[in-house]
């Protein structure tokens, strides 16, 4: 099976184990990824803020490339996932503002195309019972729980991810690891990246309410989608011997399928996952 | 003040724009007339407690035709869009659209109090201009610079120096004209709205 890949800025810097992961397990599951040639950045939240045209325009550029290939796009970053899915529901259900986009981009929508996170495409192309079929070390006693933050699955009209409030897909992908996702109501709960670089004092105290509420739930580790969620929480949290690190859900798909590239992805945290995981 | 309903008048004689809450609803598209203060976004809200206003406050100020005070807010640009606010309501109200548009509305009348966000967000999208994508380590030390908060956050930088995170090469795609004809074509178009 074939999808279009489009990895996004985070995933050639500060989520690198996320694109390592994200190759060698749909490699391993033989998910053929076809990385979009040429992309470029979806403009993120700095668009979104200060150019409305550009918010639409900068991820419709690789619409136009994925819709080249021809297949599904499967996108691993929570936050270009959304500016992405974005665009195409701006694209799909506002004629005026697609001929706008059409215009400044200069391609036509042709609707050809699905855009799906990483997970669902984990899940849904692939399936939990062929993945649990490739499990040779199952994550046994690890106690984790699912963190999926904002970007995933709101507005949910656009995202189409899961439920809203209370989504599981995460945890049954974990819990198909052998892993046990402990229940707790933060899973869709903002993390503040966002503000990270500018008002950094705000989001320590978010992450840090974050972080106590998955401690209190008994886990040992989070497991998220999301670049932003996982750098912000692993960077914003408080320091000393205690710190809870915070895995992307590839990674952990990548122990249990008994991966050797594994280890070098972990060692990319700032948060020593060493005392939670056996490398 | 924090956590506090602010009482708007008193002595104090506002200025208010008739037409501003007309605006604002245009250019969010968003039913703000359909608030009737349940509060629910400001509960639910993971930084209502750090803002000037809180979300709803903003609403009812809009509906006032208050637009100095909400365009010079603080809580425009702390909200972070997650929109946890616009799920809950009741009243179909997203309020993160109403605040995007609110901060483009304060970047062009040149109100907006948020000077670090606002320069964050420029250098941001000058380097996706020049290269077509981010170059994250550039970005932080061109906001560091331009901040002059050069030190904070230096602890964090090397470290994902060391792991292999921040390459120092910036690489940039192949056809940057289009991403460039991209930008100048969307500065164009945006004085026609969305
Ligand atoms: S939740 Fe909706 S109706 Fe209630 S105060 Fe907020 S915007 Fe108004
Ligand atoms: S979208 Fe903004 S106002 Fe609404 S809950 Fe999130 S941070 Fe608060």
Not at chain 2, 28 to 38: A, V
Not at chain 2, 184 to 189: L, Q
Request: with cysteine; hydrophobic share 35%; proline share 4%.
């Amino acid at each position: 099976m074939k999808l279009s890949y489009y990895p996004g800025c985070s995933l050639e810097s500060t989520a690198k184990e996320y694109d390592l992961s994200s190759r060698s397990v749909c490699a391993a599951l033989d998910l053929e990824l076809l990385e979009l040639e040429d992309w470029s950045c979806c403009g993120s939240t700095s668009a979104h803020n200060l150019n409305h045209a550009l918010a639409s325009a900068l991820p419709a550029r690789n619409i136009a490339l994925a819709q080249k290939n021809g297949v599904d796009v499967t996108v691993p970053c929570a936050a270009c996932f959304a500016r992405l899915r974005k665009a195409d529901y701006v694209m799909r259900n506002d004629e005026a503002a697609r001929k706008e986009i059409e215009e400044t981009v200069g391609f036509k929508y042709q609707d050809n195309i699905k855009i799906m996170s990483l997970v669902e495409a984990v899940v849904g192309k692939i399936g939990l019972q062929a993945i649990a079929s490739k499990v040779v070390k199952p994550l046994e006693g690890l106690k984790v729980v699912c963190y999926y933050g904002c970007l995933m699955v709101r507005p949910p009209e656009v995202q189409g991810f899961d439920r809203v409030e209370n989504p599981t897909m995460l945890d049954d992908l974990t819990e198909t690891l052998g892993a046990q996702a402990l229940k707790w109501s933060y899973k869709t709960e903002c993390c503040g990246a966002s503000l990270s670089l500018t008002n950094t004092n705000v989001v320590e105290e978010i992450v840090s309410r974050i972080i106590n509420a998955a401690r209190e739930a008994g886990a040992e580790a989070i497991v998220t989608s999301c670049p932003m969620c996982q750098s912000n929480l692993e960077m914003r949290q408080e320091k000393g011997e205690n710190q809870m690190p915070c895995f992307y859900f590839t990674e952990l798909m990548g122990l249990a399928l008994g991966l050797d590239e594994a280890k070098g992805w972990f060692r990319k945290h700032l948060v020593d996952p060493g005392r939670v995981v056996n490398l | 003040m924090k956590g506090k309903m602010k009482i708007l008048a008193g002595t104090e004689t506002l200025q208010t724009d008739p037409n501003f809450s007309a605006e604002v609803r245009e250019k969010s598209g968003q039913p703000i007339e359909l608030c009737y203060q349940c509060q629910k976004c400001a509960t639910g809200c993971p930084v209502s407690h750090h803002m000037d206003y809180h979300p709803n406050q903003i609403l009812r100020m809009i509906s006032f035709g208050l637009k100095d005070r909400v365009l010079t807010s603080s809580a425009i640009w702390l909200c972070s869009a997650c929109e946890t606010c616009g799920v809950r309501c009741p009243n179909g109200i997203r309020i993160s659209e109403v605040m995007d548009a609110l901060r483009v509305m304060a970047t062009e009348n040149n109100l907006s109090r948020a000077k670090h966000t606002e320069s964050f967000h420029r250098i941001f999208l000058q380097e996706v201009r020049a290269r077509g994508r981010v170059h994250e380590a550039t970005l932080m030390a061109k906001y560091k610079l331009k901040s002059g908060q050069l030190f904070t956050d230096l602890d964090l930088g090397l470290q994902m120096f060391k792991k292999g995170k921040l390459p120092l090469i910036p690489r940039g795609i192949k056809n940057k004209k289009e991403v460039r004809d991209i930008f100048t074509r969307s500065e164009i178009s945006r004085e026609g709205g969305k």
